[in-house]
């Protein structure tokens, strides 16, 4: 089959997306689907597939993200912001609710972050701390700044579901093998933790700045998560290592995004939802293979305008 897509990235969070409304695949046909355009080693590659879909009675339309091994994920919201656009753009709007797998989230085009750069804000949450929704099992009912005994080391983590599961812990500097170690324990989906987390690892640089570095389930080692962005600025403000309802900027190794949390642990970014280029590629289901690429389009000054952001944020 020909797969259409448009290549797009939010805060250097990399996806194929495509417009699945009219697309009739079965759940396993997604999957695969996922792992032909995800797969870095083929044509298309990326952190996961995106997909517009129809929304229900609260929301014009919908997201569904598909993490780079298949599975999927309850949300991605640098994702989200890409397909806040294709919907806004198929749609003529410029704000909606967005139905998510387990979730709702409120989008709406805004002020750009910098010249040229197509921005949208969302709204997700609330974020909660019930480990018995993950479920995490032997740490109590909730985690927040403390040791969590099934991992290596002595990391001090909180917990998060925004909604899909993060294990947050501030450091002073990044150990990337260290965070890889911790993100391979989860990964392994350990009998205490079935469903898996996403790990991140966060630099408060100052009252108004985060950095965060994540191993994404299901993907790895990422440049940027925008859910991890999310939790870990509700969980900077949770430890009363930032104020509630104060804007930061929050660094990563794709860009940034602005962040604010609430007191009501709901979570608002301004980020980016970058077009690269628009192709149409075959597909191998069965052997979830792509190949036979045709670039349509290339959008040059969107990637040159994001460039700028990321090289400045560096």
């Known amino acids: 089959m020909e797969i259409r897509f448009t290549k797009c990235h939010g805060s250097g969070n990399d996806f194929p997306l495509v417009d699945g409304r009219t697309l009739t695949l079965s759940e396993p046909d997604w999957a695969q689907l996922a792992r032909a355009l995800a797969d870095r080693t083929g044509p298309v590659?990326?952190?996961?597939?995106?997909?517009?879909?129809?929304?229900?009675?609260?929301?014009?339309?919908?997201?569904?993200?598909f993490n780079s091994d298949g599975s999927e994920a309850e949300t991605c919201l640098?994702?989200?912001r890409c397909v806040a656009r294709a919907g806004f753009e198929a749609l003529a709007i410029d704000r909606a609710t967005a139905r998510l797998k387990t979730s709702h989230a409120t989008v709406a085009c805004a002020a750009p972050l910098a010249e040229s750069v197509y921005t949208v804000e969302e709204t997700a949450g609330p974020a909660t701390l019930d480990l018995a929704r993950w479920p995490l099992t032997g740490a109590g009912e909730r985690l927040v700044d403390a040791p969590l005994t099934t991992l290596p080391g002595d990391r001090r983590f909180t917990a998060v579901a925004m909604p899909n599961p993060h294990l947050v812990?501030?450091?002073?500097?990044?150990?990337?093998?260290?965070?890889?170690?911790?993100?391979?324990?989860?990964?392994?989906?350990?009998?205490?933790?079935?469903?898996?987390?996403?790990?991140?690892?966060?630099?408060v640089r100052d009252d108004d700045t985060l950095f965060v570095r994540t191993f994404e389930r299901g993907v790895g080692l990422t440049d940027s998560c925008g859910s991890a962005m999310a939790a870990s600025t509700y969980a900077a403000c949770l430890t009363g290592r930032i104020g509630y309802d104060h804007d930061v900027?929050?660094?990563?190794?794709?860009?940034?995004?602005?962040?604010?949390?609430?007191g009501a642990a709901m979570v608002t970014l301004h980020g980016n939802a970058t077009w690269?280029?628009?192709g149409v590629v075959a597909v191998d289901l069965a052997r979830a293979r792509a190949g036979d690429l045709r670039v349509l389009r290339h959008y040059d000054a969107e990637i040159a305008a994001w460039a700028r952001v990321a090289d400045a944020a560096r």
């Open 249 to 262: 900027t929050v660094l990563n190794r794709g860009g940034l995004v602005r962040a604010r949390a609430t």
């Open 78 to 80: 640098n994702g989200l």
């Open 276 to 278: 690269e280029w628009d």
């Open 169 to 203: 812990t501030f450091v002073d500097a990044v150990d990337e093998a260290e965070l890889v170690a911790i993100g391979e324990v989860c990964e392994a989906a350990p009998i205490w933790l079935p469903n898996r987390a996403n790990v991140s690892f966060v630099e």
């Open 45 to 65: 590659g990326g952190d996961g597939l995106l997909v517009l879909t129809n929304g229900d009675a609260q929301a014009p339309f919908g997201m569904r993200m």
